[in-house]
């Protein structure tokens, strides 16, 4: 990827490792940040994840080969709006745990031919900030890129190779599809950890071990950012909701009648299902 | 404590834990293991987790001062009628993860009078098996103690002594809010991550991040094991079921209804609660 410089709209966790990581991979490219507090921006600064920024998000991006937004989904529509007038020959790509609706806004306000490449680079944590940033974040994680039948090729494979290079598996899926997967496979368990932490009396929090711990620090996650992903992908988590629902009855009723050779395959299915996760999960990592 | 002789029914994660903190503890004691597979007691003998073992469970608990049993929950009531006669002066005490059942069972089988101390040691992993036994495993964890009116007030210091020893710290409960307190705290929470592991496409499997292996890690625990805890519970765990459900609802009608701010405070509520947790984790393992 030839990158002279690079525009990161919001330099929070994932914004300021995207800098820490062009920072490592390309030390020549200049990054310029933007962000509504001056403070982060100026901390960004500090860790070095920026070389500069511009409280105007339309002058941030002029002159950027890439534009990456790393705001909440819900800011999207109106950032799109405010820069596009300034997007140039750049290309913009995103960060965003749903992909429906920003390429929707992409096609409403940047029209068809838009250099846009709706991205979801999975990687992350619960932690908000660009003091958590770290250049290898992304390393040897998946980022999906949810290209549509317009999206001009030769910017799908420039924003590829650009999340190659902080160390990411690519995948591509359509926006749909992705929105589908993710509330199964993240914006459902986010719900139930946090469910799990609320209905807690006080009592029972004195007896949390690691498991409850790790089961739900999903929850820890910033309810602002996860506001917005929630409503955006409100349909496809009510499908997700159903479905766990009914596995939790399935168990239930076997509870009820005392099945218990079904029981323990259940749950052996499940442990076992899991375990080959971690084991292609290491695979991937080696 | 003085501890000459202790027994333990079932050499796995826990008993095998028990074995090697007790070593380490006091290295004179002896150690008498007991279990159904000739290969699990040798390989307890061979890391140092007993001393000797007896393929006799009645043999196995003579002469020893503390016997703990440390097998499924399911298998308590048929160990307890073998072990009875044999049980003379020593003192009996458990590590499951139900209360009221092994409470009753120990009433019934062994009467009013018996020096049995009912316990749940919370510490563990999804592992399973001697190999993975480390004499550590309790430090810094809580022990549920639950005993009745009838327990000798000697023999619920000398258990708790036992734990302390092991690096514990003790909490005294009734059976019956044990129970109902596990069922939101663990037992839920574990079949809530065999469901979220079971309901997923495979396609959604391939984008699994940090974030789902760690909000399942609890589903890799043994099929059998959870059976029986399962089904011991069913009760608290269908009450538990339902208060989970009532949360989810409650956030689905803020989405139906873009009530925003009210999920953002909810989301918020959830994260906080169980950064206090981390907190108070962090304080006590100091």
Known sequence: ????????????????????????????????????????????????AIDR?????????????????????GTFRGLLREIAPSLDKGILTDVGSTKRSIVAAAKDILGDKAKFVASHPIAGSEKRGVEFARADLFQGAICIVTPTRQTPPAAVKFVESFWKLLGMRIMRLDAEKHDRLLADMSHL?????????????????????????????IAGGDGGLWKDILLDNA???????????????????????????????????????????????LRQEK
């Open 1 to 48: 990827v030839r990158l002279k410089q690079i525009t990161i709209l919001g330099v929070g966790l994932l914004g300021g490792s995207i800098g820490l990581g062009v920072r490592a991979a390309l030390p020549k490219c200049k990054i310029v940040g933007w962000g509504h507090r001056i403070e982060s921006l100026k901390k960004a600064e500090l860790v070095g």
């Open 53 to 73: 920024f511009d409280t105007d998000a339309a002058a941030a991006v002029e002159g950027s080969d890439l534009t990456i937004l790393c705001t909440p989904v």
């Open 189 to 217: 368990p986010h719900v139930v950890a946090a469910a799990l932490v609320a209905m807690q009396e006080d009592a029972a929090l004195e007896l949390c071990g690691t498991g409850f711990l790790d089961a739900t620090r």
């Open 235 to 281: 349909g496809n988590l009510r499908d997700s909701v159903a479905r766990l629902h009914e596995q939790i009855s399935r168990v239930l009723k076997m509870l009820n009648e005392k099945r218990e050779g079904e029981l323990v395959d259940w749950l052996s299915a499940a442990a076992q299902r899991r375990a080959k996760l971690v084991e292609r999960k």
